[in-house]
């Protein structure tokens, strides 16, 4: 009698990681909790030069930034990730109307620009935008 093997097939479903860049810990934090439970993981961290410490292409699927932070600026941090992972979708965030700051971040690629405080909704829009957006699938 020939014996049969049952191999189980698990699909393999990869959560998305949306990296959240702001110097205000409280934004970090509320923006982690939301994303949290849009079944989302998240990473913060409060400056970009973290940030580009522990990005390494593909890590994330989405960047969500301010624009004005200390010692490095959300459009400074959108320049150095063009050349690192020109494919990480970046949506920007601001407390403060900035209309040259906000055609600047849009024309190098930025999928939106919001204003503060963020609207859930509009937010959970833009990062399923953002990532329908990222030209590659993760590596697990």
Same mark, same amino acid.
């Given at each position: 009698?020939?014996?049969?093997?049952?191999?189980?097939?698990?699909?393999?479903?990869?959560?998305?990681?949306?990296?959240?860049?702001?110097?205000?810990?409280?934004?970090?934090?509320?923006?982690?909790?939301?994303?949290?439970?849009?079944?989302?993981?998240?990473?913060?961290?409060?400056?970009?030069?973290?940030?580009?410490?522990?990005?390494? @292409?593909?890590?994330?699927?989405?960047?969500?930034?301010?624009?004005?932070?200390?010692?490095?600026?959300?459009?400074?941090?959108?320049?150095?990730?063009?050349?690192?992972?020109?494919?990480?979708?970046?949506?920007?965030?601001?407390?403060? @109307?900035?209309?040259?700051?906000?055609?600047?971040?849009l024309r190098l690629?930025?999928?939106?620009?919001?204003?503060?405080?963020?609207?859930?909704?509009?937010?959970?829009?833009?990062?399923?935008?953002?990532l329908n957006r990222?030209?590659r699938p993760r590596?697990?």
């Open positions: 009698m020939t014996k049969v093997r049952c191999v189980k097939v698990c699909e393999l479903i990869l959560t998305p990681t949306i990296a959240v860049v702001d110097d205000d810990v409280s934004i970090c934090k509320a923006l982690a909790e939301l994303l949290e439970v849009l079944d989302f993981k998240c990473q913060t961290f409060d400056r970009p030069e973290k940030f580009l410490a522990a990005s390494i @292409s593909g890590r994330f699927d989405c960047l969500i930034t301010d624009l004005n932070m200390k010692g490095m600026t959300g459009l400074e941090l959108q320049q150095k990730l063009s050349a690192a992972d020109p494919d990480l979708p970046i949506i920007f965030m601001s407390a403060q @109307s900035a209309a040259e700051a906000k055609s600047q971040a690629g930025a999928v939106a620009f919001l204003s503060k405080p963020i609207n859930d909704d509009v937010l959970h829009r833009h990062i399923i935008s953002a990222r030209s590596e697990p």
